[in-house]
């Protein structure tokens, strides 16, 4: 049974460019949630989605933005990339209000 | 808003030992889930322990027990029996049961990083 799976591991962009990650969640889970994790702090809730709308959402700009598809499968992506978005990025699964959450490995992201 | 306050940054234990990693949170509601999770060098979160608010009986999972006092909004996580596996960053995590508390979401503290020596 695959976990939650996210790609790429590692990636590095400039910053003013556009970016986009993935996630596939644990097999027969329907809810995505994303992530930041900023060096030496505790991850930060991005926003979370289930049938392919957005439920709700943290603290963060329009520039976050993201996708679920049928598949469950869900995409975050970031435009007008800054240096300050430079972090981990984690995607957990879950079922629907189900209260525990599957993290994938999460994607590290340098914005130089 | 809720917050989750982790005030050691760093602890250490010998291996076969126990330590206990505080975690204090602010919250007005009175049902919700807290949490402990492990972070270790792979990066991937790791469920360690759940406490439901409305259980009085503290959570375990084999090494791994809460001490989960509501009133002082409290929830520590003694390890026993330390292992070098062990060795990670922890996070204390709360999660709300309301959509206006925000259900759908984690809010992390910001982790106590555990090292255990041989």
């Known amino acids: 049974d695959a976990g939650v799976t996210q790609s790429p591991t590692h990636l590095i962009k400039t910053r003013g460019q556009q970016v986009t990650l993935r996630c596939s969640p644990k097999?027969?889970?329907?809810?995505v949630s994303w992530y930041q994790q900023a060096l030496g702090q505790g991850p930060q809730f991005i926003f979370q989605?289930?049938?392919?709308?957005?439920?709700q959402r943290g603290n963060f700009p329009d520039r976050f933005s993201g996708h679920q598809f049928p598949n469950y499968s869900s995409e975050l992506n970031v435009n007008a990339l800054l240096l300050g978005d430079s972090a981990l990025y984690l995607c957990a699964s879950s079922f629907f209000l189900n209260t525990e959450a599957f993290f994938g490995q999460g994607t590290r992201l340098t914005v130089v | 808003a809720q917050t989750v306050t982790q005030s050691q940054p760093e602890m250490s234990v010998q291996e076969a030992e126990t330590v206990t990693l505080s975690c204090t949170y602010d919250?007005?509601?009175?049902?919700?889930?807290l949490f402990w999770y492990k972070q270790p060098p792979s990066r991937q979160m790791i469920l360690v322990i759940r406490q439901e608010a409305y259980k009085q009986q503290n959570a375990t999972e084999n090494r791994f027990s809460v001490n989960f006092q509501k009133a002082a909004k409290s929830f520590s996580l003694k390890i026993s029996d330390s292992q070098l596996g062990d060795a990670a960053m922890y996070f204390c995590a709360y999660r709300s049961l309301t959509d206006q508390g925000g259900s759908e979401k984690l809010v992390f503290g910001k982790g106590t990083k555990l090292t255990v020596n041989p």
């Open positions: 989605y289930y049938e392919e709308e957005e439920r």
């Open positions: 919250t007005s509601e009175s049902d919700y889930y």
């Open positions: 097999s027969g889970h329907d809810t």
